[in-house]
Nanobody
Framework: DVHLVESGGGLVQAGGSLRLSCAHSGFTFDDYAIGWFRQAPGKAREGVSCFTKSPGETGYADSVKGRFTISSDKAKNSVYLEMNNLKPEDTAVYYC????????????????????WGQGTQVTVSS
């Protein structure tokens, strides 16, 4: 079974940093696309960053380019989202998700393609 568990969320002041982790099991990293998504209260879920299937092209939403970085550690079966220069508008529940589908980096930022989801971790950025 595929399992995804996010961690690392919390409360941080604007301009601060957080690193989210997504521990995954039940699949081989290179065979799946993995994405980070977020959902703020009253808003639709949006794609933040992603890895496509091997060779693992990365993608980022325009709103986070230059501030967020996605990375992976295959030995630890984990994917990370390093978030710097956080803004109050980054406040949301952050989810990681996985799919077997072969997607472009643009498509991999769309939540409709994903089959497996974690439970989410809350990120709150105070002004």
């Amino acid at each position: 079974d595929v399992h995804l568990v996010e961690s690392g969320g919390g409360l941080v002041q604007a301009g601060g940093s957080l690193r989210l982790s997504c521990a995954h099991s039940g699949f081989t990293f290179d065979d799946y696309a993995i994405g980070w998504f977020r959902q703020a209260p009253g808003k639709a879920r949006e794609g933040v960053s992603c890895f496509t299937k091997s060779p693992g092209e990365t993608g980022y939403a325009d709103s986070v380019k230059g501030r967020f970085t996605i990375s992976s550690d295959k030995a630890k079966n984990s994917v990370y989202l390093e978030m710097n220069n956080l803004k109050p508008e980054d406040t949301a529940v952050y989810y990681c998700a996985a799919t077997l589908r072969t997607l472009t980096a643009v498509a991999a930022l769309q939540d409709i393609w994903y089959d497996y989801w974690g439970q989410g971790t809350q990120v709150t950025v105070s002004s």
